[in-house]
């Protein structure tokens, strides 16, 4: 990179989720490496359908500037879809829509940060929040995560040692890339230690509808009396992620700030795509599609859990009760980096644990399989060849 | 605004331009103030059939993820179509689509700077870019511009006094609010200047395709032997604002930071937006398009000139030869910010001067005046009611 980009972006890396990605374009590469929804989960029919609607109706609605807040009547529906379905949101609170979540975590760093301060978040976590974090010259202290979610010991532990820390991090459900849900007790206890030490919390929640196993987990925002939550989330894994509308849940104390932040980021999120979303609450059921697409992931997560089982036993992962993401640690024996180069040239893409720690450098054991993408044949295959190149080594 | 927000936020108010715009949602007021294209200059019909061709293809190609560069087909025929129209792009540039303007601004100062920075740019000037600059944290040199342009000898002795200054932000055509073409001997000389000091250009264009008057000038990007410049252009103007497509020529050096600076935004644009412009450059011909909405500008601007000159005489101002905006001096016993005051008392608004100032303190006794919005009606209207009001004084 060339000395003249700023000394916060000099030693940047784009997210190798992306570059993997860009890689697996070739068709005949087993995507395990991607965090799309499945296609067949996209309600396509109901997007051509509400798009013709709009522009037949009012297409100078759709193509003039919007406010930065987001589309009004798609803030109310979500308002009101928020409540009800996830207790979510007092009046105190205001929802306002981005192009993606990924969007709420860089506005909310650059309102919450400067330069050098600290935020605490899982290790690991998801490689393009950490870039967002990064790209704003944030230090990233990570906090192990057991298989119920962020150790709450070693959290309390942090925020002692790290008194610059502005907000707290999680992906309290089926983590990416851990795949592991926080507790109940444990979202108390992390909410108690935030509001303790005058920390936010970022709850960030693209998988939370998309539990396949258990009982929904009541959200951090739901337990918010003191207005420190920000909340994200996304129709990216519910409709589909080109479309990029997300949406934040955003207290009083950062409302003006939070705005601010949208409207120098891009002004505003595009008008049709959220009139898209609003005509979909209208004349869809969302939450009959939820239940519909947690059927597909169910059936994918179990294939590919039964595979793993089946194929390489050898392979440990906890099974997670939903999202789109299996951690699977690989045996002693194995070099993580050079098996996932052997399983690329195997026309297998999976991504490498290291992407998701806050050293890139850090020993890790693990990988990252997703099962939404691939088809059902695509998954027995898959792990089929990664048995295969496991019994090289 | 909450303590709890970081330092490069505690200061920051919301663009004066987009409060007052929410503020002229009222139909009854006649809005001046705004920036939007003409809504007769939006190809609706154009967008409607390309959008329901694509989403009857291929729906789900438009609601996948796309990559962080952008829809390749659509960069290459950016690519192609720049370089034939303003001679813009070498080989070693990259076309890098962005969700409007603002996010180049963005991105450039993201990955340019780091806080406490300086960046020099016209004053007045777009105080959408002037806030993403804040947002991060930067500190703002303003160079005075004349009626061709950013002052040159001004600029050397800002450069002199700013060791620490990263890039020259300029709107070359049609200026932001100062409605002044940058000449071409002034274009040479900035680029000059900046390569002797190391310094990049952002050279913001959103409103080069909309000459009504006189012959283009070579942009400033289409001299860049040297990779400094970064291009900013956008379909805002063109085809419509809500629709958030625009794109950036970034320079080799700069372009894995930039395309990582996307990432960490929103991950990519909106691909069915994306798409829309790729099948409207297919399908119909923008060259065309473009022509036909100067005529609408031509119109609008000359009205509103005509009107000026004879209803308020006492106003002065540099008749610009296209763009959106006049920017209009008032007479020295006027209050310009009691005028806009009263102005919306009287059902018509107008941007108050001082929101494009570095320092919205300073002394200021302009106000800008937007004539693509207005209907006709509404020009001879509005320009009358500023008549009534400033013979109140």
Not at 4 to 24: G, Y
Not at 192 to 219: C, F, H, M
Not at 316 to 333: K, M
Request: a negative charge; aromatic letters at 8%.
């Amino acid at each position: 990179m060339s000395v003249l980009v700023s000394k916060k972006f000099a030693n940047m890396k784009p997210s190798a989720t992306r570059e993997i990605l860009k890689a697996t374009s070739d068709p005949n590469v087993i995507a395990f490496a991607g965090g799309s929804p499945a296609v067949e989960a996209f309600p396509c029919d109901a997007v051509k359908k509400v798009s013709a609607e709009i522009l037949d109706e009012n297409p100078v609605s759709a193509l003039v500037y919007g406010v930065s807040e987001g589309y009004e009547p798609l803030r109310q529906t979500l308002k009101g879809w928020l409540k009800k379905r996830s207790n979510i949101g007092t009046d105190d609170d205001s929802v306002i829509i981005t192009a993606g979540g990924t969007q709420v975590i860089d506005i909310t760093a650059r309102i919450m940060t400067d330069e050098g301060d600290t935020v605490i978040c899982e290790e690991p976590s998801f490689v393009g929040s950490l870039n967002a974090f990064r790209s704003h010259g944030l230090k990233l202290k990570g906090v192990p995560i057991d298989s119920d979610g962020m150790n709450i010991e070693a959290l309390e532990k942090t925020i002692k040692q790290n008194p610059d820390a502005k907000f707290i991090y999680t992906i309290p459900n089926f983590q990416n890339p851990g795949g592991t849900t926080l507790s109940l007790e444990k979202r108390k206890a992390m909410y108690r230690l935030a509001k303790e030490n005058g920390l936010v919390i970022l709850e960030d929640d693209p998988y939370g509808t998309l539990r396949v196993d258990g009982e929904d987990i009541p959200s951090i925002k739901s337990m918010d009396t003191d207005g420190i939550v920000i909340y994200a989330g996304s129709f990216s894994k519910i409709l589909a992620p080109g479309i990029r509308v997300a949406y934040a849940v955003v207290p009083k104390a950062f409302l003006q700030a939070f705005v601010i932040g949208k409207q120098v980021s891009d002004v505003h999120t595009g008008v049709l795509n959220q009139m898209i979303i609003q005509r979909w609450y209208e004349e869809y059921d969302v939450d009959a599609h939820i239940e519909e697409i947690r059927k597909i992931y169910r059936k994918k997560l179990n294939l590919m859990c039964d595979c793993l089982d089946k194929y390489c036993p050898e392979i440990e992962y906890v099974r997670p009760q939903g999202g789109l993401f299996l951690w699977a640690r690989l045996p002693e024996n194995i070099d993580m980096l050079d098996y996932c180069k052997r399983l690329v040239e195997n026309k297998v893409a999976v991504v490498p644990g290291t992407a998701f720690m806050i050293n890139e450098d850090s020993p890790c054991h693990y990988i990252r399989l997703n099962f939404s993408t691939p088809s059902d044949e695509n998954i027995v295959k898959g792990i089929e060849i990664m048995a295969r190149v496991l019994k090289e080594y």
